[in-house]
């Protein structure tokens, strides 16, 4: 595989954002002159658009795949465009993929196009695969880092730091918008015809604090029997798990 790591002037965001890029190369890749199917791999609170691919297997799994890999850089935005701050739910979901490609040779079809993410990126992969159900084949989310910034109560925002934070993304009443409302969009997903749903491969550790949350939207997720394949092993919040994870999701849509 190559990995290009590199960066661009973002016209959404207002400045230079960084990239890092996983295209197959002659070691092994079945398909060398594209289009090529696309992975964008979102990373989590804390990580940087690099952190896939010096704490995983990625590169090895895309390779296996015969499947890009875009790893963008979105700070602790939630993947959101935030109250009082940056827009990077338009800068992922609009500028980086017409940006990638232009520079990239990566298919335009949706059934070759994934989202996955961990933690806050595993909220991103679902919320972008919900808001945009014609354009991702499948959707992974690892951990995700659902429900927190809506509950007040929550121990991680009774953190002032975590706190002051949720308030510049989401504002100071912490609102749930609809584009964040996680089971009110699969509610509205389920009423589209099935050829038109996304399919979702969700996992979380027994072990992680995020448990009881992901357990709690993916039963909503199965309320209006929405596509899902959920899994759940022994495993705490960190990279042995996300690791397995990916590769659990790239067997599971690509085979």
């Keep these: 595989m190559a990995y290009f790591k590199g960066e661009f002037y973002s016209k959404e965001l207002g400045l230079d954002t960084g990239v890092g890029v996983i295209i197959p190369d002659s070691r092994g890749a079945k398909n060398l002159s594209g289009p090529y199917r696309v992975l964008y791999l979102l990373h989590g609170r804390g990580d940087a658009n690099g952190s896939w691919a010096r704490l995983t297997s990625i590169e090895r799994y895309a390779l296996e795949h015969d499947i890009a890999v875009v790893m963008p850089e979105v700070q602790h935005s939630f993947y959101c465009d935030m109250k009082y701050g940056m827009n990077y739910f338009s800068y992922v979901s609009k500028e980086l993929p017409a940006r990638m490609h232009n520079m990239f040779r990566l298919s335009t079809k949706r059934q070759d196009a994934f989202v996955m993410g961990l933690s806050m990126g595993g909220f991103g992969a679902l919320k972008l695969g919900l808001n945009f159900p014609g354009r991702y084949a499948g959707v992974g989310a690892f951990s995700s ?60 550790g027994l072990q992680d604090g995020l448990l009881a949350n992901n357990r709690k939207l993916m039963d909503e997720f199965k309320k209006v029997n929405l596509d899902l394949e959920y899994r759940e092993w022994e495993g705490i919040h960190g990279w042995d798990f996300w690791d397995e994870s990916v590769k659990q999701a790239l067997d599971y849509f690509l085979g």
Excluded: R
Excluded at 152 to 172: R, T
């Design 145 to 204: 880092a659902v429900g927190v910034f809506a509950d007040k109560s929550d121990k991680f925002l009774q953190n002032k730091h975590n706190y002051n934070e949720h308030v510049a993304i989401f504002g100071p009443e912490l609102e749930v918008t609809e584009v964040d409302d996680l089971a009110a969009l699969a509610g509205k997903m389920s009423l589209l015809p099935k050829e038109k749903q996304t399919k979702f491969f969700v996992t979380c």
